[in-house]
């Protein structure tokens, strides 16, 4: 009897955990996709580079499933555009690229849209007009005839690399950047010789050919939604890229990171030749602070770079003023104070190896080599002036207090012999038989319980170096 309801109960279990299991299966939806926005607005310019970096990034960490660019811009610099396609290109699912023309897409607009696997129109609005100009102060300006040959040629054969890649018509880019190609398709003559190309979102989802094929764009859609829901129907999850209003910001801390490092280089250098925790220590501070946040604004370094810089800067701390003399933390502070700095301006993507490549690493070398190259220079220089000010003088009279019985008294004589009752790194105290009194070194660093002697007396100023 035991036996018998034992196995009915054990039945009951298996049916009741199959049920609950079909029951988990069938009533959890599936996962909507992930769609990311980037608007693509106003001019194409560096900071809507850090957008468009930013917002990649973020698509490739969250393996979004569809990246859309939200267009209305008038077009922009070249330069700019073509480091615009080469973060699109490393956007792993190249199929699901997209642009939403939403009013127009002129100039270098129409060329980061070739960039995209598909194009999507708005009702009214329009692509084209990409011949390359000259902009001046005074406004737009004709290119010479050889200079606008060159720059045609130039970015002709960059849209149709990006156009044949994509699977859209070559020669319909062409006829929007150079205007003696002209356009016919299927012996329709669609714009003349000598006239640039401008479709309407109607003219570029027309068909033509055999099998047909719309000219340029996969349709008309009244608003972004439709998009969306086109490429990615159901509930899909849709973030979109908003811009911080910082990426100004963030091009002027980027283009300037070598003087931020070499000011940060040149504050700690004077911190540390004074005693105490002052302005110089906080300036340092600031200025490496700035340094990571414009990076970061910029797309270019997450918080980590931060983290590791910390880090270091704590390990070198402890080799300076803890375990002196021990050199490994020494050695693996300024291992990861240099990585840091040199990896927050080092463009990796998600999808790229953990180690940068040599061209990644060219413009962060550069910049870190100027950065060190100032500091040293001005390193050496405050070396041999900075002692000699007043400003010297009064940070090390102020600064130097190790304890309460610490104080001035009457100055020794040259050649006087003492013992360092405190570190002089280079301000401290010494004892030369009638008590503490404060003392500097002339940039050396002397331990305490070291006999020195006193080689300079100006004022209350004595200099002392270790005997």
Known sequence: MTMKWGLVLLGLCVSVSGLAEDVTVSDVPPRGKTVYIIPIRDNIDPALVYLVRRGVKEAIEANADALILNMDTNGGRVDNTEEIIAILNKFPRQHRLYTYINTKAFSAGAFIASATREIYMAPGSVIGAAAPILMAPGGAQELPKTVEEKMTSAVRALVRANAQRQGHRAEVFDAMVDKDQGLTVSDKEITPKGKILTLTNNEAEAPYGEPPQNLLSAGTKADLDAVVSAIAPGHPLVITVEPTGFEQLARLIVT???????????????????????????????????????????????????????????????????????????????????????????????????????????????????ALIISAAGIILLAKIFPKTPLYATLVLTGVNPGADSHTRGAPNIGARGTALTPLRPAGAADFGDGPVDVLTQGAFIKAGVTVSVIKVEGNIITVEAA
């Open 256 to 370: 300037i990171s070598p003087l931020l490092l070499a000011g940060a280089m040149l504050c700690g250098y004077i911190e540390f030749k004074t005693p105490g925790f002052g302005v110089f220590g906080i300036g340092a501070v600031i200025l490496a602070a700035i340094y990571f946040l414009g990076h970061y604004i910029a797309g270019l370094s997450g918080h980590e770079n931060a983290v590791i810089f910390t880090i270091g800067m704590a390990l070198l701390v402890v080799e300076l003023f803890v375990l002196p003399g021990h050199i490994i933390p020494g050695i693996l502070g300024a291992g990861l104070v240099f990585y840091a700095l040199l990896n927050a301006m080092v463009d990796n993507y998600p999808s790229d190896s953990v180690l940068p490549s040599l061209p990644q690493l060219a413009l962060p070398l550069k910049n870190l080599t100027l």
